[in-house]
């Protein structure tokens, strides 16, 4: 029996810039929010909708510093990943749980095309990074 297929595949705008900070282990972690947003005809009005979902990703180690170090606000992004949700304590002790995508691979869709040579280094960057199997950094609390 198959083990199950936890993937995610986004494609949207950063919300804000990335947030970098560093855990104990000298590990680089990056977190970003993604704008998605859908389109459609209403049925009965005959009026265009919209709908802008929200999603948090998180990167780790490598992949963690080139998207804090070439990302910025309203950049179209490319994310694979996983769904991960992880407990924490609120300031009043309440246990509180946070679903996010944990990061596997990213595009920077705003740079093809010969953009600056900033785009051109992370590109390049990123065609030598070689993201990890499944197995998501341990060092990480959950």
Partial sequence: MARGINKVILVGNLGGDPEVRYMPSGNAVTNIT????????????????????WHRVVFFNRLAEIAGEYLKKGAKVYIEGALRTRKWQGQDGQDRYTTEIV?????MLDSQGGGNAADQRAQQQMAAYQPPGADFDDDVPM
């Fill in 34 to 53: 993604i704008a998605t947003s859908d389109t459609w005809k209403d049925k009965q009005t005959g009026q265009q909708q919209e709908r802008t979902e």
């Fill in 103 to 107: 990061a596997s691979e990213m595009q």
